[in-house]
């Protein structure tokens, strides 16, 4: 298995941004067989507190469209609640030059 984010995603407030989430399900779909022809079965998804703080309903609504798609390809995922670990300043936060994986919040 592996840490799972879309390509086209710099973070997990973009992956399930209401005014995207349908360019996320078809990333989600091309990039499910590609994972699939690399042998992967088990995906880790991280979900962040502000998601649902901030869509409620819809975004738990988005996360079970999500888990649909997984199932759909045969991958089992582990969901990890409330990531708010990495940058206190999730609101428009923007990528740091030379900084690793410095957009994640």
């Not at 022809?37 to 975004?59: D, M, N, P, V, W």
């Amino acid at each position: 298995g592996t840490n799972y984010l879309p390509s086209h995603c710099s973070n997990v407030l973009e992956m399930f941004d209401p005014g995207g989430f349908e360019v996320t399900l078809l990333t989600v779909e091309r990039e499910l067989r590609l994972a699939r022809s690399l042998g992967l079965s088990t995906l880790r998804i991280f979900l962040h507190e502000e998601l649902y703080a901030s869509q409620g309903k819809a975004f738990l609504d988005n996360v079970d469209r999500l888990l649909a798609v997984l199932n759909r390809h045969g991958f089992v995922s582990m969901l990890v609640l409330f990531d708010a670990v990495w940058r206190p300043d999730a609101e428009g936060a923007q990528p740091l030059p030379g900084v690793h994986n410095s957009a994640w919040v």
